[in-house]
């Protein structure tokens, strides 16, 4: 069932539609995106309207988080796709600002995170964090959800968010879900569209080794050191695929663990090359 | 004219506070302190209460923007003589809170501004600007003023809560208020009360100074070099005072000036030691 959707271009023709609904006591959920949307987006949409009256969907792709030469100017993008996505979904707002109105002069304020920053990502992208909470920040204060939904699949990202939000006491309820995949087990991202056929058939080792992650761990396998290795082992035999990482840590904490222990929560993470593409899964589970 | 003041401790009760004020369509104005009020605080206050329904001050001496050998444990507090003077001047919400209710854990999130945090107290104080933008961005989070007032005398950490307002999209207006001095001129700080009697009459050079600066800017001297050199030579002749800085800024991007130009907003700014008091003090004008 579509409904009508409501784009803002402008952060003050958002500000002016949200502030008499905010006013009436509407919950406010946001999903901040970088559009090309799929059905993880969908999810997190779905879950906002369980949750709350009016659903902000944000589409924005950040350049600050974007190294020279990484995907910005490349990044997939499909406005009209979007929308009608995101109607389906149950969005209420659309907003799409250009990245003119959201950095009109070079911005000079930058809000980072330390620690859960280093690892992972923060690695193999200096600088993408920053970007990343620095735009969360000021998408934060233009939309003033109640409540703001991000994918675990960029386990990292939502550690950094949380850690953030708590520190800097944002009046905000940050709601995890869950990593949707396709029907084979490839985790939904907007990027999987770069795959060629057989990197995208190669792609399918990730969940699979992961699978076989959780399957070790639930019979009692405890080493870091032989989860890691079983997963770098499954990976190394595809051809294409070029590991950056594949670490095992507490969670949200994202520090190392050698032993898990029982009562951890914990990330399986990892970022694997096939080609041009640089892909993202991970397992995050309680040890019981 | 006294009148009843509510005191918040802490951050949730804050907002219970708030929330049906907000809710109400109340305007809520901020006046963030380190306590120790004065005159010059009661000049924010008056002005917030002119346009707001509701002020809310807080007192909350940050750590975070204090360096190792600065002055943090030693910074003059007394809570009962503030709540006096806040409530005298029309405060309706004391927000309070210790350090451990604003950093529970250690803080891993800063706000950071580059450019305008380069000079001046930038560079004597490494990190002094980072701790200020990181506690005010906290502040506006908890109390979600639609206003908030700083004294001109600051100069420079106005400039740094403007740019991050700015770039950060913050829903809260910045009022700048006019420096507020003592009878002599001495301008208004919770740190005049380190002067020994004799410091406090050598500091009167700065505003002396400032005022010939201005006279001279009134009556045609375009060369910052001559009107910092005029400054400099009134405060050398003091022996207790040793010179920080003396500049002759663009305000408030805080660029250098050499030839004062007509239509230019600039900042002449100072700080100066005496003994162990480290004292601010800067004119803002307009070049006729």
Redesign the interface.
């Known amino acids: 069932m579509n409904q009508t959707i409501v784009q803002c271009d402008a952060?003050q023709s958002l500000?002016d539609y949200l502030q008499p609904l905010r006013?009436e006591?509407k919950r406010i959920g946001f999903v901040p995106t970088m559009g090309y949307l799929h059905a993880g987006h969908a999810s997190l949409v779905s879950r906002a309207k369980q949750e709350c009256d009016v659903v902000v969907l944000s589409i924005f792709v950040n350049p600050l988080q974007f190294g020279p030469n990484e995907d910005f100017s490349r990044y997939p993008r499909d406005l009209q796709r979007d929308k009608e996505i995101a109607a389906q979904a149950g969005v209420s707002v659309l907003f799409t600002p250009s990245v003119e109105e959201m950095y009109p002069q070079k911005?000079?304020?930058?809000?980072?995170?330390?620690?859960?920053t280093e690892p992972l990502c923060g690695r193999s992208r200096p600088g993408h964090f920053d970007g990343v909470?620095?735009v969360v920040?000021?998408l934060f204060?233009?939309v003033?959800p109640d409540a703001a939904y991000f994918g675990e699949k960029d386990a990292q990202q939502l550690a950094v968010i949380e850690?953030?939000v708590t520190?800097?006491?944002?009046?905000v309820t940050i709601v995890p879900c869950p990593i949707v995949r396709e029907q084979d087990g490839l985790a939904m991202s907007s990027r999987n569209v770069y795959l060629s056929a057989e990197e995208r058939d190669q792609a399918l080792v990730l969940s699979q080794s992961l699978q076989k992650a959780r399957e070790a761990i639930e019979i009692g396998e405890t080493s870091a050191a032989t989860i890691r290795d079983g997963i770098v082992r499954m990976i190394e035999a595809k051809p294409l695929a070029v590991i950056d990482y594949v670490e095992v840590m507490e969670y949200p904490a994202l520090k190392t663990v050698e032993t898990l222990e029982s009562g951890q929560r914990i990330c399986v993470a990892l970022a694997v090359a096939f080609g041009k593409t640089r892909l993202l899964d991970n397992l995050i589970m309680r040890i019981s």
Chains 1, 2 share one sequence.
């Not at 911005?107 to 859960?116: K, N």
Request: aromatic letters at 0%; zero cysteines; charged letters at 15%.
């Open positions: 952060i500000r006013r006591g911005i000079l304020t930058t809000v980072s995170v330390a620690q859960v909470a620095t920040s000021k204060h233009i003033g850690q953030m520190d800097l006491s944002m009046p």
